[in-house]
C-alpha cells in the first residue's frame, strides 16, 4: 500500500479514535462548555498536556479547527500564575482515581494536577499554523504559552542554567522510566520497592505544597530531563517564529534567545564523552543518569545538535542491534541495559511503564529528528517497521519492540501520529 492510500486509510481511523475518545460536557467550574479527546475511552479519560499537542498535530491534517479547539480547551485549566498543569480533570466525578490527588494540591475534589509535562503545546500551535495562517488564533494562545514557559524559567530553573527542571517522573511524560530511579536513589529492580521510590517524591512535593523552589532546594527529586528540556528549546523556538508572525518582535526575540541558551546548555551539560550519547543529570551536583533509554536519542529533535553528536546517536546508538535497532525500534530501554523488558512489565495488576516496549510518540520525536539531520533512509525504515506494528497490532498504547505485540489500551491517542509522519 502506498503512502497516499495508507494516509487516507489512517486519517479515517484517526477520525474514528478521536470520535469513540471524545470527552464533552459541562464544567460547573469553569462556567462553559468542555470537548476534547481523551488518550483512551477507558482509564485514561481527562486530558493530558502532551497528549493533547500529539492529538491536536494529527487534527492539523484534517480538521484545523478541531485542531484548535483541542488547544483551545486545555489551556481553560491553566492556572492565573501562568502554571499549565499536566492534566485537567473536566466532568463531574465526585471521586477521581488515586494518583489524581497525589499528584494535585490537596483538594477533595481537584480540578488540576499540581505537575506539568514536556511543554509541547507550542509544537501543535506551529504545524496548526502552518495550514491555515490563523493569526487570530496566534493572538489567542501564544501570550498563555508564553507565560507558562515564563513560570517555568522562574520556578525550575534555580540555578540558571537555562535547564528546566522536574521535581516528579510523571513530568517527564515516561513515568516509570529508569532514568529516574538514579535520581531517586533506588537502583535495584524490586518493584514493589521501586514503586515506592517513584511516589516517595510526590508525597514530599504534597508536604511541601508543590513549591517548586523549596522541593528543588531540599534536592530529593531535582532532574533536568532530556524530553522534557528537549521539548522546551524545539517549543521556544517555536514561539520565537509565532510571535513574530503576528509583529510580537520582542517577544520573538526573547524565546529565540532562551531556545539557544538552553540547547547550549543541553548539548554540553548532558553530552557524555566517554559513551557518545545524552544522559539525563539530577541534583544541585548535577550527577547523570547513566542509563540509555529512548530519552538519550531524543536531542536529535533538536535543531542545533552537531553532526559528531548526531553521528554518534544514529551510528553508535540507534543502529546498534545490542541497544535500540529492535525489529520494531525504537525501544524505550536499549537492549543492553539491566532494565530492559520488552514484554509488559506486571507490578500486581499495574504495569510499570516505559521499560522497554516501543512507544509511537517518542519514535515521532526521534524521526524527526532524523529528518531535521539527513537521516532519511533511517527515518523511513522506522516509519516502515511502525506501520507494520499498526498493521499487526491496532493503534495501541505501547509494543513489543520484538515482536510488534500492541499492549494495554487499544485506539490509542496519540499512536495516530504516524498519520504526521507519512
Same mark, same amino acid.
Given at each position: 500500500?502506498?503512502?497516499?492510500?495508507?494516509?487516507?486509510?489512517?486519517?479515517?481511523?484517526?477520525?474514528?479514535?478521536?470520535?469513540?475518545?471524545?470527552?464533552?460536557?459541562?464544567?460547573?467550574?469553569?462556567?462553559?462548555?468542555?470537548?476534547?479527546?481523551?488518550?483512551?475511552?477507558?482509564?485514561?479519560?481527562?486530558?493530558?498536556?502532551?497528549?493533547?499537542?500529539?492529538?491536536?498535530?494529527?487534527?492539523?491534517?484534517?480538521?484545523?479547527?478541531?485542531?484548535?479547539?483541542?488547544?483551545?480547551?486545555?489551556?481553560?485549566?491553566?492556572?492565573?500564575?501562568?502554571?499549565?498543569?499536566?492534566?485537567?480533570?473536566?466532568?463531574?466525578?465526585?471521586?477521581?482515581?488515586?494518583?489524581?490527588?497525589? #499528584?494535585?494540591?490537596?483538594?477533595?475534589?481537584?480540578?488540576?494536577?499540581?505537575?506539568?509535562?514536556?511543554?509541547?503545546?507550542?509544537?501543535?500551535?506551529?504545524?496548526?499554523?502552518?495550514?491555515?495562517?490563523?493569526?487570530?488564533?496566534?493572538?489567542?494562545?501564544?501570550?498563555?504559552?508564553?507565560?507558562?514557559?515564563?513560570?517555568?524559567?522562574?520556578?525550575?530553573?534555580?540555578?540558571?542554567?537555562?535547564?528546566?527542571?522536574?521535581?516528579?517522573?510523571?513530568?517527564?511524560?515516561?513515568?516509570?522510566?529508569?532514568?529516574?530511579?538514579?535520581?531517586?536513589?533506588?537502583?535495584?529492580?524490586?518493584?514493589?520497592?521501586?514503586?515506592?521510590?517513584?511516589?516517595?517524591?510526590?508525597?514530599?512535593?504534597?508536604?511541601?505544597?508543590?513549591?517548586?523552589?523549596?522541593?528543588?532546594?531540599?534536592?530529593?527529586?531535582?532532574?533536568?530531563?532530556?524530553?522534557?528540556?528537549?521539548?522546551?528549546?524545539?517549543?521556544?523556538?517555536?514561539?520565537?517564529?509565532?510571535?513574530?508572525?503576528?509583529?510580537?518582535?520582542?517577544?520573538?526575540?526573547?524565546?529565540?534567545?532562551?531556545?539557544?541558551?538552553?540547547?547550549?546548555?543541553?548539548? #554540553?551539560?548532558?553530552?557524555?564523552?566517554?559513551?557518545?550519547?545524552?544522559?539525563?543529570?539530577?541534583?544541585?551536583?548535577?550527577?547523570?543518569?547513566?542509563?540509555?533509554?529512548?530519552?538519550?536519542?531524543?536531542?536529535?529533535?533538536?535543531?542545533?545538535?552537531?553532526?559528531?553528536?548526531?553521528?554518534?546517536?544514529?551510528?553508535?546508538?540507534?543502529?546498534?542491534?545490542?541497544?535500540?535497532?529492535?525489529?520494531?525500534?525504537?525501544?524505550?530501554?536499549?537492549?543492553?541495559?539491566?532494565?530492559?523488558?520488552?514484554?509488559?512489565?506486571?507490578?500486581?495488576?499495574?504495569?510499570?511503564?516505559?521499560?522497554?516496549?516501543?512507544?509511537?510518540?517518542?519514535?515521532?520525536?526521534?524521526?524527526?529528528?532524523?529528518?531535521?539531520?539527513?537521516?532519511?533512509?533511517?527515518?523511513?525504515?522506522?516509519?516502515?517497521?511502525?506501520?507494520?506494528?499498526?498493521?499487526?497490532?491496532?493503534?495501541?498504547?505501547?509494543?513489543?519492540?520484538?515482536?510488534?505485540?500492541?499492549?494495554?489500551?487499544?485506539?490509542?491517542?496519540?499512536?495516530?501520529?504516524?498519520?504526521?509522519?507519512?
Amino acid at each position: 500500500m502506498g503512502n497516499n492510500a495508507l494516509k487516507t486509510k489512517y486519517i479515517q481511523k484517526a477520525k474514528a479514535i478521536f470520535l469513540a475518545n471524545l470527552m464533552q460536557g459541562y464544567s460547573a467550574w469553569k462556567k462553559t462548555n468542555y470537548k476534547y479527546i481523551a488518550p483512551a475511552s477507558k482509564e485514561y479519560i481527562y486530558q493530558w498536556l502532551w497528549d493533547s499537542a500529539f492529538h491536536a498535530i494529527v487534527l492539523s491534517h484534517f480538521d484545523t479547527s478541531w485542531a484548535k479547539s483541542e488547544i483551545r480547551n486545555f489551556l481553560m485549566g491553566q492556572w492565573p500564575d501562568g502554571f499549565i498543569p499536566h492534566v485537567v480533570f473536566w466532568g463531574n466525578k465526585k471521586i477521581l482515581p488515586h494518583w489524581a490527588y497525589i #499528584e494535585s494540591k490537596l483538594s477533595i475534589r481537584p480540578r488540576t494536577t499540581a505537575l506539568t509535562q514536556p511543554p509541547a503545546l507550542a509544537l501543535a500551535v506551529e504545524v496548526i499554523y502552518e495550514k491555515d495562517k490563523d493569526k487570530d488564533f496566534l493572538r489567542d494562545v501564544l501570550p498563555k504559552l508564553a507565560r507558562h514557559h515564563r513560570w517555568l524559567l522562574e520556578n525550575r530553573d534555580i540555578d540558571k542554567d537555562n535547564l528546566i527542571s522536574i521535581i516528579s517522573p510523571n513530568e517527564s511524560g515516561m513515568d516509570e522510566s529508569p532514568v529516574f530511579q538514579f535520581v531517586a536513589g533506588f537502583l535495584a529492580q524490586d518493584a514493589a520497592r521501586l514503586h515506592y521510590y517513584y511516589r516517595r517524591g510526590d508525597f514530599l512535593n504534597h508536604r511541601f505544597l508543590f513549591n517548586s523552589k523549596l522541593i528543588l532546594e531540599k534536592d530529593y527529586f531535582n532532574c533536568e530531563e532530556l524530553v522534557f528540556n528537549t521539548v522546551f528549546i524545539q517549543a521556544s523556538r517555536s514561539l520565537a517564529k509565532l510571535f513574530l508572525e503576528i509583529g510580537e518582535i520582542s517577544e520573538a526575540k526573547f524565546f529565540d534567545g532562551i531556545a539557544q541558551k538552553s540547547e547550549n546548555s543541553l548539548l #554540553e551539560k548532558c553530552w557524555d564523552d566517554k559513551d557518545q550519547i545524552f544522559y539525563s543529570i539530577f541534583s544541585k551536583n548535577e550527577k547523570k543518569a547513566k542509563v540509555k533509554t529512548v530519552a538519550s536519542l531524543i536531542p536529535l529533535f533538536l535543531d542545533g545538535i552537531s553532526k559528531t553528536q548526531a553521528d554518534a546517536l544514529v551510528k553508535k546508538h540507534l543502529l546498534s542491534k545490542n541497544e535500540f535497532w529492535t525489529n520494531f525500534p525504537i525501544p524505550s530501554v536499549a537492549k543492553n541495559e539491566i532494565y530492559y523488558t520488552p514484554t509488559e512489565t506486571p507490578f500486581y495488576k499495574v504495569k510499570l511503564l516505559w521499560r522497554g516496549p516501543t512507544w509511537i510518540n517518542t519514535n515521532w520525536f526521534v524521526i524527526k529528528g532524523l529528518r531535521k539531520h539527513g537521516y532519511d533512509e533511517i527515518a523511513d525504515q522506522i516509519i516502515e517497521k511502525t506501520c507494520q506494528m499498526i498493521e499487526k497490532s491496532g493503534f495501541r498504547e505501547y509494543y513489543n519492540p520484538e515482536t510488534g505485540e500492541g499492549y494495554r489500551r487499544s485506539n490509542f491517542g496519540w499512536s495516530t501520529l504516524i498519520l504526521d509522519l507519512l
